[in-house]
């Protein structure tokens, strides 16, 4: 079955292909063909899935070589796909998610102005859909780049979508470069692999690590670079700044690559290389560290911001804050950090969705202040946003109350106690916060007076609010009951970490505890209702005010400006690159033929008799050179004579 | 004609002059393109006006065929010695990476010559009618409303192409600053024969002309001292005295400096690299991608067999300052490039960043780094030919439009142009999915390889630095109103669109199947004798 | 440029044979010592040259008048003025250098041709006929297209 498992690349790629080139003539089917191409890997993903279940651990993984692609040498690329359990859950979660995203649109997109600009959404779509599973698919470090890459092109194709908004096109672009940052850490980190294995193939480089190639030192720089390429793509502190700004872009999208899946590439990315993290306790502390930071900056963050786009954007770097502690836990955490990557993708994908209808449902705005009281006008909307709430707060039985909750246990369980109270006690703040911003959300949303009665949109139009159309509203059902079972379906009785072991490897239970067993569940619960109570008496109590409160104290202040994520990349990257490219210009500009104007006018007597002579700037040029050449060939003597 | 002016020249030991053996079938591509500039000359002394142009594109173009045609029957040859041969008394070397490089220079041309000959873009074609004419007076607005055009080009490209091909395989330093003059005195020429701008073109000329005779006496200064100190021009004995005797290092250091000096004016290389902006953006625009992807070629097939055959003993020495002379360039080139308006200059600056690459490729004294070397040319070669063939399609009144303010909204006018040039960004960016992304991988990991791993850092930063005006360039296309009296995109002819189509395919094909031409480029390794 | 480039470098091709290695110094850095003579003879003709310059006015009787002035001395009034009197050169003398140019090359080449014939035989006869008909090819060129009308 796995031999022809490139179809799963294929059927996206090819529709992106058909819809990219095939312009107009696409476009009164472009949207079905698009939906089609997705359901066709999905149930390839099925059946290579239900093909793997029954079989053994050791029978579940095989590699299928597709082709020789870069052979320079002793370096050899072969392009190939790997089938394990870890790639058929994201095969299955990219696809299937994926497919009722691409439904949603259908309605979502309808009424995009431009006559084929939902055509070549589809095509973007497709696209980044074929992008992700060849970054989940592939059996190499070089081809999870390509991969990684081609995501990146179709993030910032769709961040950019709403071309004629400035802003859009400038988060398009942020998120572009603060990804850059983080490849280039990732590519590191391939050459180093390379140079020390001379591959860069999974196999090759586990087995280096397995028999000892690497030095502690590589490993650990090894750890790092690829963090710093996790953190680049999902989000993470330092460059959180990016995601917040991608919410420009259509609401499905925000919904699947900004929620479900490529953000989480980079949970993926250390859940994949966990032989390396494993040989690295050092690195994996720096793990849990950037983990747990950003799940608080997200949370906290996520209780100031007016624009539900953006709160749960929040929400969604500080769960995912939640993975990344999790797989920086080592053995203790690989699967449980996949676990909630999978859960969150269902009911992050739901309320995104849910977003996205109630945005439709009243003009395209996204300031909260001005929703309330939707609940009765939206009823499948608020049920379905409703039970996803429920789950990403954690309470049983829904999904996410499993899978964080062993999150939080795991982080208690730690064998240093400094480290059990500081990382544990950051994810139980977490859940509390969580609870807190999303319970505003859902009061100023859902319920409340209806403060959009005596207002109208920024384009001058009344708010008339209905419910969405079901091609909109049944992947929102469908989303909701996997929000719902999800987590009991993979957490109880172990299936899934069971299921993953064989990439993963076996989940390892702490016998150490900070706090007893079986009061952490009550312990989370209990803070997460803790967060709702004082959600309510802060905002449900009271009269949700049109504009925001000013002014207010320095936390809300610097909530506000996300912790000032923005002016800290401002200063630490922007500005010093500003100043060199100045500086440079200056010397280019003012030194160089100032120093010749200067010894023109110091020889001849007036460097203005010299301009008259026209010869352009020649002569500054033939110094610059000459100047060049008399370094060079000293620096070559004195390197032979120093 | 130079191979006849080469077997003039006696072989150095011995004392009796007799006539060298040449073997007629490797250098037989060189012998087609030079005897055929030379019919190209004829054929503007002898055919009137009007039929010069339709002559001289197909002479022009059976010309490449047939150049193509003798290398592969050549390369097909059962006998034809896999190590490669020196012939013509030593003076060239028709060894694997030259045929790879002849075979790149010969299809870059090919795209290059399309841009050359096409006469709807602009018409009448990108040239002046009468290059004597004085630019701004009556006789010089006539000349831009007519047809005709300077049929001279079409023979000057082929003797610039019969110097780079004597360039990349010359196997001693007096041969290579022959070649050297052949493949740059018709490039200074052409650059001034630009039809509209003719003060730009011809300061460009000027400019071009002045500061290449300049890097010429460096590269003959460096010659003769490298001559006085191991009494030969050859190479191989550079290398032989440099690894085998006590002479004084100072002649071989300041000789090597000097040499090194020349060929990197000729690439480019920062900062080495003040003429480039200049001259890119006042010649005209298909001669501009004539010099930037075949002198880049020649100019570091010429670097690789210099640095690799002559001086591969001392390399301890050199290396380290080339690091720095890399740094400089890929600094100059993606710091400059941020502050650029024009998109000529842009892509010059775009190219001082890539002649920094090519360059830590270039002083990777190992297998891997030569064959990256050689790969890097190719893919660049296509994409840069790709770009200035865009570049030519954007016009308005005056000619084109090259100032970036005028791109605004590029997409809304032609999607399809716009488009490609995005494409071709990437691909001067280094995505992957474009020869641009493997180009730079083969060269980065040659380079970790061989030891040169904070170059690398270096390199990636620059590299992702030159990515934000890439960036730039798609984002005003894409996401900028267009101004209201901007320029149009030009429907292109056959021609030109033959030309960006060769370009832009090659570009993706050479990014996602690189196989084979990775497996061509690396098939060999320089002869030496 | 090139012509003069080419005949130095010829004219250093075709130094007598016997010396194997044109420079065959001792060892160590004293090998620039070899290159003396050639600074000596530098130094010695530019010291010729200024001495004569001075000379002239400090031993010889000054007694200027127009004619003398003038450039040349030789009495015919220089037609058309020089460059720094407003007068251009006629375009015509540049192609002129330039033709010479041309033959100057066939000649450089024709000389050394000559000396070994003999030892080339056959092989160096065509090769030189060859050489002197691509020379002939750019004088085509100038002829066709006017460079000889000097009207």
Avoid at chain 1, 260 to 268: I, K, L, P, Q, S
Avoid at chain 1, 494 to 501: I, S
Avoid at chain 2, 20 to 29: L, Q, T
């Amino acid at each position: 079955m796995a031999g022809a498992a490139w179809l799963v690349v294929a059927f996206p790629l090819l529709g992106a292909l058909i819809l990219l080139v095939g312009g107009k003539r696409t476009n009164a089917w472009g949207h079905l063909l698009g939906c089609a191409t997705i359901a066709a890997s999905f149930v390839y993903g099925l059946i290579l899935f239900f093909s793997t279940t029954g079989q053994e651990e050791a029978a579940r993984t095989s590699e299928v070589s597709l082709f020789s692609w870069i052979p320079v040498d002793q370096l050899q690329v072969d392009f190939g796909l790997r089938i394990d359990p870890l790639s058929i859950t994201f095969l299955l979660l990219i696809t299937g998610v994926g497919f009722l995203i691409h439904v949603y649109s259908i309605g979502y997109m309808a009424h995009e102005p431009g006559e084929n600009d939902r055509r070549r959404f589809f095509g973007y779509f497709n696209l980044f859909v074929a992008a992700m599973l060849i970054l989940v698919l592939g059996n190499g470090f070089v081809t999870l780049y390509l991969g990684w890459e081609g995501v990146g092109l179709a993030s910032y194709l769709l961040i950019g979508w709403y071309t004629d908004r400035p802003s859009a096109a400038t988060a398009a672009k942020k998120a572009f470069l603060m990804n850059r940052v983080g490849d280039v850490g990732l590519a590191i980190a391939i050459f180093i692999m390379f140079k020390v294995v001379g591959s860069t193939q999974y196999t090759a480089v586990f087995d280096g690590v397995a028999n000892g190639a690497f030095s502690s030192g590589e490993l650990v720089a090894l750890t790092l670079l690829l963090l710093l390429g996790a953190c680049g793509k999902s989000g993470q502190f330092p460059l959180q700044a990016w995601l917040p700004d991608a919410m420009e872009g259509p609401t499905p999208v925000s919904a699947l690559i900004h929620a479900a899946t490529m953000v989480t590439a980079g949970v993926y990315l250390i859940a994949r290389s966990n032989p390396i993290y494993t040989a690295s306790p050092d690195g994996r502390l720096v793990v849990v560290i950037i983990g747990a930071v950003t799940l608080v900056i997200g949370c906290v963050i996520g209780c100031a911001y007016d624009d539900i786009k953006k709160v749960l954007a929040y929400s969604t770097v500080s769960q995912i804050g939640y993975m990344i502690l999790a797989v920086g836990l080592g053995p203790f955490g690989y699967a449980l950090g996949i676990m909630h990557l999978l859960t969150h993708g269902f009911f992050k994908a739901g309320l995104f969705l849910g977003a996205g209808s109630v945005m439709h449902a009243m003009n395209d705005e996204v300031d909260m202040r001005k929703y309330g009281g939707l609940a009765r006008i939206m009823p499948v909307t608020f049920v379905t946003f409703g039970l996803g709430y429920l789950a990403l707060i954690g309470v049983p039985p829904f999904s996410g109350f499993f899978s964080k909750d062993a999150i939080i246990e795991a982080a208690l369980g730690q064998d240093e106690t400094w480290r059990a109270w500081v990382f544990g006690g950051a994810a139980l703040l977490g859940a509390a916060l969580t609870a807190f911003y999303m319970t505003r959300l859902v009061l100023m949303t859902f319920f409340g007076e209806k403060r959009w009665k005596d207002i109208k949109s920024s384009d001058g139009r009344e708010f008339h609010p209905h419910e969405s159309p079901s091609v909109m509203t049944i992947p929102m059902i469908v989303l909701a009951v996997g929000s719902v079972g999800a987590g009991a379906f993979f957490a109880i009785g172990d299936t899934f970490t069971e299921w993953l072991a064989p990439t993963v490897g076996v989940l390892e239970e702490s016998h150490h505890h900070v706090i007893p067993h079986a009061v952490v569940p009550w312990l989370t619960v209990g803070l997460s209702l803790l967060g709702v109570l004082l959600a309510w008496l802060f905002v449900g109590r009271k009269r949700v005010p049109l504009s925001k409160p000013e002014p207010v104290p320095f936390p809300v202040r610097a909530a506000r400006a996300d912790l000032y994520g923005n002016h800290f990349n401002e200063l630490l990257i922007a500005r010093p690159g500003t100043w060199l490219t100045r500086a440079l210009v200056y010397i280019d500009n003012k030194w160089v033929d100032g120093l010749v104007n200067g010894t023109a006018a110091l020889l001849g007597g007036s460097s203005g008799r010299l301009r008259r002579a026209q010869t352009g700037f020649v002569r500054s040029y033939a110094l610059s050179m000459l100047g060049g050449s008399i370094l060079l060939i000293a620096a070559l003597l004195a390197v032979r004579f120093a | 004609m130079l191979a006849t002016v080469l077997t003039a020249q006696p072989v150095p030991p011995a004392d009796k002059l007799s006539a060298p053996a040449i073997d007629y079938g490797a250098i037989m591509p060189v012998l087609i393109v030079l005897g055929a500039a030379c019919v190209g000359v004829l054929v503007e002394a002898f055919l009137p006006k009007h039929q010069r142009w339709p002559v001289q594109v197909v002479l022009s173009l059976a010309t490449l065929a047939g150049a193509g045609i003798a290398m592969a029957v050549y390369l097909g040859d059962e006998s034809t010695p896999k190590n490669g041969v020196i012939t013509l008394a030593g003076t060239l070397a028709v060894d694997r990476p030259a045929l790879f490089l002849w075979g790149t220079l010969l299809v870059l041309t090919l795209g290059a010559l399309l841009l050359i000959a096409d006469r709807s873009v602009e018409p009448g074609g990108a040239f002046v009618a009468e290059a004597a004419i004085r630019p701004g007076t009556i006789q010089d607005r006539a000349q831009v409303a007519g047809t005709g055009m300077q049929t001279e080009v079409f023979p000057l490209t082929l003797f610039a192409l019969g110097g780079m091909m004597v360039f990349t395989s010359a196997n001693d330093l007096l041969t290579m600053f022959i070649a050297l003059e052949v493949l740059s005195l018709p490039l200074y020429l052409m650059c001034g024969l630009a039809r509209r701008r003719r003060l730009l073109s011809q300061e460009a000329a000027v400019k071009y002309f002045l500061l290449g005779a300049f890097a010429s006496a460096f590269f003959l200064y460096g010659l003769a001292l490298l001559y006085g100190y191991a009494g030969s021009v050859k190479l191989a004995d550079i290398s032989n005295a440099a690894a085998g005797t006590d002479r004084s290092d100072a002649l071989l250091f300041g000789g090597l400096g000097l040499l090194v000096v020349g060929l990197l004016f000729k690439a480019s290389v920062g900062p080495f690299h003040t003429w480039t902006p200049d001259v890119y953006q006042g010649a005209p625009t298909p001669i501009t991608a004539f010099m930037a992807a075949c002198t880049k070629v020649a100019a570091f097939g010429g670097m690789l067999r210099v640095l690799q055959v002559g001086f591969e003993s001392t390399s301890w020495e050199w290396r380290g300052v080339l690091w720095g002379v890399a740094i400089v360039s890929m600094v100059i080139g993606a710091v400059l490039g941020l502050t650029q308006t024009d998109v000529k200059r842009m892509i010059a600056y775009s190219s001082i960043a890539h002649a920094g690459f090519l360059l830590i490729g270039s002083i990777a004294l190992t297998d891997q780094g030569l064959s990256g070397t050689l790969f890097y040319l190719l893919t660049y070669g296509f994409t840069t030919l790709a770009a200035f063939g865009v570049i030519s399609l954007v016009r308005n009144a005056d000619g084109e439009a090259t100032h970036l303010s005028q791109w605004a909204g590029l997409a809304k006018r032609s999607p399809v142009t716009a488009a490609v040039f995005t494409f071709i960004l990437l691909a001067l960016a280094g995505i992957p999915l474009t020869s641009g992304f493997v180009g730079k991988f083969v060269i980065f990991s040659a380079a970790l390889q061989d030891g040169m791993a904070p170059l690398v850092v270096i390199a990636l930063i620059a590299s992702a630095v030159a990515a934000f005006f890439y960036l730039r360039v798609i984002v005003l296309m894409y996401f900028s109103e267009p101004a209201a009296d901007g320029p149009s995109v030009t429907v292109p002819g056959a021609f030109t669109t033959a030309s960006i189509t060769l370009g832009v395919i090659a570009t993706l094909v050479l990014g996602v199947l690189p196989a084979f031409a990775l497996d061509w480029a690396g098939s060999g390794t320089f002869a030496f004798q | 440029m090139v012509s003069t480039l080419w005949s130095n470098a010829v004219a250093l091709a075709q130094q007598p044979p016997s010396p194997v290695q044109p420079i065959q110094p001792p060892s160590g850095p004293s090998e620039l010592g070899s290159y003396l003579p050639i600074v000596i003879l530098f130094v010695l003709a530019a010291a010729f040259a200024i001495f004569s310059v001075l000379l002239g006015p400090m031993v010889g009787p000054q007694r200027k008048n127009r004619a003398k002035t003038e450039a040349y001395e030789c009495g015919i009034e220089p037609s058309p003025q020089p460059v720094i009197g407003g007068g251009r050169v006629p375009v015509a003398y540049y192609l002129t250098a330039m033709l010479f140019i041309l033959f100057d090359i066939e000649m450089v080449f024709l000389y050394p041709f000559a000396v070994s014939a003999d030892a080339l035989g056959l092989f160096g006869l065509v090769e030189i006929f060859l050489f002197i008909a691509t020379v002939g090819f750019a004088y085509a060129y100038v002829w066709r297209r006017g460079g000889l009308d000097w009207n």
